[in-house]
C-alpha cells in the first residue's frame, strides 16, 4: 500500500516537515510511505486547467495513484499555509477531476504553541469533507509544543506522540485497505 505524505510548511527547519519524514519508520507492515513537496507549484491558475504545468500534473499523477495520503499542516492564523490551500487547490481541479475523491485521508499538525494545530485542522478537514475525502476522524493528531517533541536534529522523540502516529497509520491502513 502507497501512502503519499506531504508539510504545507516550506521552512528548512519545519517541524511539520520533519513529522512527515518520521513517518516511515512508524508505518504498520505493508504501508509504504512517500513523502513528496508541494514547494514547486506555481500558484493555481484555473487557465491551467486544459493543460496543467508538469509540477502540479506530477504531484496530481502521484495523488491520483496512492491508496490514501498523509497531510501535516502549520497553522497559520488560525488556518492552513497557503502553500498547501494552494496544492490541495491543484489536486482538486480541473473540474470533474477530483484527487481526493474518496481517497483516505489522515490530517496531522506540529505547531509551536499548545493547541497543536487544531484549529487550523479543523479547517482542513472541513475542506476535505467538501472535497469528498474519505477522512480518518480518529485519532487525532494536534501536536505539540513542537520544541517538546523533537530533538535538535529533527528526530521525533516523544514516545507518547509516536505510540499515537503509529495508531493513527494503523487506522489510515485500515481503510485504504
Ligand atoms: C504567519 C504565521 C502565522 C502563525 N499563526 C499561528 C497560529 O495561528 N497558531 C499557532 O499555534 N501557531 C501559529 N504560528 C506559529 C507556527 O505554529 C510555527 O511557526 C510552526 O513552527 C509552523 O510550522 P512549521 O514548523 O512546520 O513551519 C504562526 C506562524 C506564522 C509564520
Avoid: C
Amino acid at each position: 500500500m502507497k501512502i503519499v505524505a506531504f508539510s504545507g510548511s516550506l521552512r528548512k527547519d519545519s517541524y511539520n516537515t520533519m513529522l512527515v519524514r518520521t513517518l516511515a519508520e512508524l508505518a504498520p507492515a505493508g504501508m509504504e510511505i512517500e513523502v513528496v513537496s508541494i514547494g514547486d507549484l506555481p500558484l493555481y491558475n484555473s487557465d491551467f486547467d486544459a493543460a496543467y504545468p508538469a509540477a502540479a500534473q506530477t504531484l496530481k499523477n502521484t495523488v491520483n495513484a496512492a491508496d490514501g495520503l498523509f497531510i501535516a499542516t502549520p497553522e497559520y492564523n488560525r488556518s492552513i499555509s497557503g502553500v498547501l490551500k494552494n496544492a490541495i487547490d491543484w489536486l482538486s481541479r480541473p473540474y470533474g477531476q477530483n484527487s481526493f475523491a474518496r481517497k483516505p485521508v489522515l490530517t496531522a499538525g506540529v505547531s509551536v504553541g499548545k493547541i497543536g494545530t487544531a484549529v487550523a485542522q479543523s479547517h482542513l478537514r472541513q475542506i476535505m469533507v467538501h472535497l469528498d475525502a474519505d477522512l480518518i476522524g480518529q485519532p487525532e493528531l494536534y501536536l505539540g509544543p513542537a520544541a517538546e517533541l523533537f530533538d535538535a536534529s529533527g528526530k521525533l522523540t516523544n514516545e507518547s506522540t509516536k505510540e499515537l502516529l503509529a495508531k493513527a497509520l494503523n487506522a489510515l491502513l485500515e481503510r485504504a485497505s
